[in-house]
């Protein structure tokens, strides 16, 4: 079974950098997405990249500071993160659909990584 294994959160100040890891085992090819949950909120889509890569879609929250990407060769999923900012904290999950097209709904992803923490202090 597929397994989502995320790293490269932690605590970072306002108009700083992180950048988040998903590293899958198994088959490569899949689409994959980037989500976040800030407590009391409901979980969010912010990236989303097809299984090829060449197709990505951010949200609009975080368009021109987030970038995302992808290396098949080592299967790991990339998501970049600029000008971070408060709003910005939340836990952010890696997700796996099994099919070459991206979509920002959760509900078409089939795996899910355990979730790492992002922090971005004012």
């Not at 099994?98 to 709904?105: K, R």
Request: glycine share 14%; net charge positive.
């Amino acid at each position: 079974q597929e397994q989502l294994v995320e790293s490269g959160g932690g605590l970072v100040q306002a108009g700083g950098s992180l950048r988040l890891s998903c590293a899958a085992s198994g088959p490569i090819g899949w689409a994959m997405g980037w989500f976040r949950q800030a407590p009391g909120k409901e979980r969010e889509f912010v990236a989303a990249i097809s299984g090829g890569g060449g197709t990505k879609r951010l949200a609009d929250s975080v368009k021109g500071r987030f970038g995302i990407a992808r290396d098949n060769a080592k299967n790991t999923v990339h998501l970049q993160m600029n000008s971070l900012n408060a709003e910005d904290t939340a836990v952010y999950f890696c997700a796996l659909r099994f099919s070459g097209a991206m979509t920002s709904d959760p509900s078409q992803y089939a795996r899910w990584g355990q979730g790492i923490q992002v922090t971005v202090s004012s």
